[in-house]
């Protein structure tokens, strides 16, 4: 689909690079010729992942770094500025998980707003800062979602975190455009990895997420790769501010929370108590 050398010479880091969205974009910026530095707070994930792609003969860093603590991310980045500036930051860690919002404590809250919100304005701010600097370009892709648009019961700090950051992708854009950096975003549905089944898929909910998609089908991770790809290269230039919603025209029939609203008291209670206890 695309030249072979689209990404020839980049140097991105993807955030939650070592597992699903994360790792099959990893693949794909690998095959179009990006040197990677992968981060997250598993390191065995990460080695793993890359790996797999250094056996493809890709250059590959790794870095342990919660998104959520400033000092770790600022100290990732000195360690890449070290070596050479980044050309691309993906956000894609994240968190999430369903429950009744008026029984999350803040604790809770919190721990799905510190990845997705603060993490990745940490990220986008240090990256930013770095590029202004240097007087050096540079491309920002956030995976969001959906919930940006519809809003989305169950997953109330989810749904705030990725608006915040589309908000944040918006405002960036015009601010910092003179600088010649681009902040872009995708807003994927259902697109299955381990980590969101686990979090957003458990028993007595529809088994088959395809049935909800319009389009029959879940999105494969190929696809998300290849959009994401795009986005980040010259070719998309001059789109900047802007979320490509990828879905399968899901989210115009609703936010997919929905049978969520007939769970009874007891459902979301034994739910609770099955997370405890795992
Ligand atoms: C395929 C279809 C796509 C369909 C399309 C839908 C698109 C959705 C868009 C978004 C998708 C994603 O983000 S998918 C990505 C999913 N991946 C992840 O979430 C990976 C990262 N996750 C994690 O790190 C963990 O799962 C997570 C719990 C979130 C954070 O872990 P921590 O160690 O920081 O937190 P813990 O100490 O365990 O818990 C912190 C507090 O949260 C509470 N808590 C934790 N789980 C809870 C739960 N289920 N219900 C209530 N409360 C919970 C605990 O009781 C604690 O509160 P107290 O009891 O008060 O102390
Ligand atoms: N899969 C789907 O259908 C959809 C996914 N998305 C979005 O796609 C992105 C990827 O999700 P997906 O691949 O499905 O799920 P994963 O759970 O595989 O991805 C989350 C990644 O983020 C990392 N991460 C989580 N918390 C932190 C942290 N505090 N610091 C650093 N890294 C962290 C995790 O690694 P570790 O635990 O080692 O830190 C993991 O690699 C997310 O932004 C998600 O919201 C959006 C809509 C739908």
Redesign the pocket.
Known sequence: MFEAGLLANRRILIT?GGS?LGAAMAARFAELGASLVLCG?RAEVLQETAEQLRSHGSQVDTIVCDVRDPQAVEAMLDEIWRVAPLDVLVNN???????QTE??????A???L???LHGAMYCTLGAGRRWIDGEHAGVVLSIL???TITG?AF?VP?AMA?SAVLAMTKSLAVEWGPKQIRLVAIA??????A???????PDGRSAD?ADRVPLGR?GRHDELANLASFLISDQAGYITGEMVVQDGG?HLRGS?AEDLLRWSDQQWSA??AG??KS
Do not use: C, E, N, Y
């Not at 029984?103 to 809770?108: D, H, K, N």
């Not at 980590?195 to 898929?201: F, I, K, P, S, V």
């Open positions: 939650g699903g707070r860690a994240a968190a999430t998980f369903i429950a029984r999350l404590s803040a604790r809770a919190d721990a799905i510190a990845p997705t979602s959906t919930s989305r997953t989810s990725k994927p549905g259902a697109f299955p990895t980590g969101a089944t686990a979090q957003l898929r997420p879940v899901t997919g739910h609770r997370r405890a």
